[in-house]
């Protein structure tokens, strides 16, 4: 890392995103990492301390002991369905406003919290491409929009209160890639048929890379603010839906490698997901939210290394197949 040896925690350690995000801060040779989940680390990591925690319950002791300089929250408890979710959508809240009293308590003073391009709600009026001052809309019938609102909230108020700290939120849409979990839904929460390819309609990914390298670098310059995270250029539904869904007889194309005869995707395990109190799942591919990555590209110079397409393909031929 640079600058002087620093300490830093990542809650939520084992999961998808905090696993290729220990490999990247692995590489920086400088500093201390300390690893807090439930569970323990999927892969091993050079010059960490692990520890099995509930990060919803007290950890200031763990930050003081450490020295901890730099917080990364990625914990979350999985999103259910039906009533379930509302009381995940409390749990994440209340884990989280935990977390940020430990390191008041243990005077952390530099925190990343990861969020969603669901903050700015999904509606047909939204502007192309939304920016960060855009008005954020959250639809309260979505749990998955509600909850990261609800703790962006929660951020705001802790860093009003604590004008000394740096805070980071960082806004993605879908993060994808080779070592993403082999679920389809992470792409859309409902199925995508065949036979079915309305075009026009575009899309945002984000390759697991571009996001691990993105926080890794508001870490080391202890960067404060909102930015959108995005890959380059967009995925549109035809092809999103070409690459799930060729034909029996179709081989699947991966761009820039050529044509491929793997078999095609089957999607009935992704429910199909309605609601009635004003928030229909399928509003996702109808209204989708399109990000502008102006803001983080002018102030820490990042360009995502991946575009949408790309980054859509190394998943459905690496952790689909």
């Known amino acids: 890392m ?9 809650t939520g350690a084992s999961g998808y995103i905090g696993t290729r995000l220990l490999r990247e801060l692995e590489k920086r040779g400088d500093g201390r990492l300390v690893a807090l989940d439930t569970r323990p680390l999927a892969l091993p990591v050079h010059n960490i301390v692990a520890r099995r925690k509930d990060v919803s319950r007290p950890i200031d002791d763990i930050l003081q002991q450490h020295r901890v300089s730099t917080l990364v929250h990625l914990a979350a408890a999985p999103s259910p369905d039906g009533d379930a979710a509302d009381s995940t959508t409390k749990a994440n809240l209340l884990m989280l406003e935990s977390v940020l009293h430990s390191c008041e308590r243990a005077g952390v003073n ?23 001052d855009s008005l954020l809309r959250p639809n309260k019938d979505y749990p998955p929009s509600n909850e990261r609102f609800l703790c962006e909230g929660a951020v705001q108020k802790y860093a009003l209160r604590h004008p000394e700290s740096r805070l980071a939120v960082l806004r993605t849409p879908p993060v994808l890639g080779p070592t993403s979990p082999p679920d389809p839904s992470r792409i859309f929460p409902i199925a995508v048929r065949p036979g079915r390819r309305p075009r026009g ?16 670098t508001v870490v080391d310059r202890q960067t404060a603010g909102t930015f959108n995270l995005a890959a ?17 007889e179709t081989k699947r194309r991966v761009p820039g490698l050529g044509t491929h005869g793997l078999p095609p995707v089957d999607l009935p395990q992704i429910p199909r997901l309605e609601r009635t109190d004003g928030f229909r799942q399928r509003d996702v591919l109808k209204h989708p939210i ?16 991946y575009s949408s397409l790309e980054t859509l393909t190394s998943f459905v031929n690496t952790a689909l197949v």
Do not use: C
Request: aromatic share 8%; net charge negative.
């Open 110 to 132: 530099n925190v990343v919290f990861l969020s969603s391009h669901l903050v700015y709600g999904v509606w047909p009026d939204n502007p192309i491409p939304l920016t960060e």
């Open 232 to 248: 380059e250029g967009i995925a549109m539904y035809s092809e999103i839906a070409e690459a799930l869904h060729p034909g029996p």
């Open 201 to 216: 309609i575009p899309f945002q990914f984000l390759h697991e890379d571009d996001l691990a390298r993105a926080i890794t």
């Open 2 to 10: 640079t600058g002087t040896s620093k300490t830093v925690a990542v």
């Open 290 to 305: 399109i990000l502008s990555t102006g803001k983080v590209k002018h102030v820490l110079g990042l360009r995502a290394r």
